[in-house]
């Protein structure tokens, strides 16, 4: 069974700093990933995405994220963070051919001025 | 774009009563997606239709919950009666096909139910 673990709930960091935030899948079979922004009082937003092809991803906001096919990880990861990226990100995994999107608990992203 | 639509917002109600969640998917997208988000987890599927046919409910607590996905479009979702652990935040989405696992999907702003 696929399953989706983000380790870290809440990461505090001063504007400007670098951030990773962590994600870890296990499966059986071939997935795709994805990371999603909730903003306060808004709806789940898609920030990126991994089918294939390159391991690389990049959102249009400065964010990236890696997959490690070996490490099974799909870290989301930003050089310099703003004010504005405070918010809460969930990983999500399907695995290539299913229906059901599992999600992480998410971890609460907290940008100090 | 006009993007997923959910009404109401915000909803408080006693346990054993009813209470209904409406959302209304992008247009010209096949699929639609209802989701649970108790506080401190991530989203849950409860029910996904394609089109008016349900694809997967093995989630959906079924001897309280119902959904149907009206003429392929709108969609509601219903709990009866409720309990206390139903408070969460009820998510729809959609995706313009959902028989590709690529498909992204797009979400509502959701409805929080307090159950008392």
């Known amino acids: 069974a696929q399953s989706v673990t983000q380790l870290d709930s809440q990461v505090p960091v001063f504007e400007e700093a670098p951030v990773e935030l962590r994600c870890n899948y296990s499966s059986s079979v071939s997935v795709y990933l994805f990371w999603y922004v909730q903003y306060p009082n808004q709806g789940l937003q898609l920030l990126l995405k991994y089918l294939s092809g390159s391991t690389l991803v990049e959102s249009i906001n400065g964010f990236e994220a890696e997959f490690n096919k070996s490490q099974t990880s799909f870290h989301l990861r930003k050089p310099s963070v703003h004010i504005s990226d405070t918010a809460e990100y969930f990983c999500?995994?399907?695995?290539?051919?299913?229906?059901?999107?599992?999600f992480g608990t998410g971890t609460r992203l907290t940008v100090i001025p | 774009e006009a993007g997923v639509a959910q009404s109401p917002r915000y909803k408080i109600i006693e346990k054993r009563q009813s209470v209904a969640f409406w959302c209304n998917p992008i247009?010209?997208?096949?699929?639609l997606y209802w989701y649970q988000q108790i506080l401190g987890q991530g989203p849950k599927l409860l029910i996904q239709?394609?089109?008016?046919?349900?694809?997967?409910d093995s989630q959906l607590p079924k001897d309280r919950f119902s959904a149907e996905r009206l003429k392929g479009v709108d969609s509601t979702l219903k709990i009866q009666p409720a309990k206390l652990e139903d408070s969460a935040v009820y998510l729809c989405?959609?995706?313009?096909?959902?028989?590709?696992?690529?498909?992204?999907?797009?979400f509502g702003p959701g409805t929080r139910l307090t159950v008392l």
């Open positions: 239709f394609q089109n008016n046919g349900v694809v997967d």
């Open positions: 989405a959609s995706s313009v096909r959902g028989d590709r696992s690529a498909d992204t999907q797009y």
């Open positions: 999500a995994v399907i695995e290539t051919g299913a229906n059901n999107l599992f």
């Open positions: 247009s010209g997208h096949a699929t």
